[in-house]
């Protein structure tokens, strides 16, 4: 449920979405979300000072706090 949380998010936000690429690596009691999107949108993801990526951050860590599990978003280039 995380990993589609966080390409539905990703996907609305780039201008190549066929490009966005999400592996979740679970954990025993974390989960890891690895985004990987085109060169050139890589900038629209992360938004100027971090605001985008912070947000995103935000909403998956209170999506999996309902879930009772702990996750991490890592935006790789």
Known sequence: MLKEL???MAKALVDHPESV???EI???QTS???LRVAKDDLGK???KQGRTARA???ILSATSTKL???SVLEIIE
């Open 6 to 8: 966080v390409s539905l």
């Open 45 to 47: 993801v992360i938004g």
């Open 32 to 34: 890891i979300i690895e």
């Open 26 to 28: 679970e954990g025993e």
């Open 21 to 23: 690429d999400v592996r």
């Open 56 to 58: 995103m951050r935000t």
């Open 68 to 70: 009772k599990k702990r």
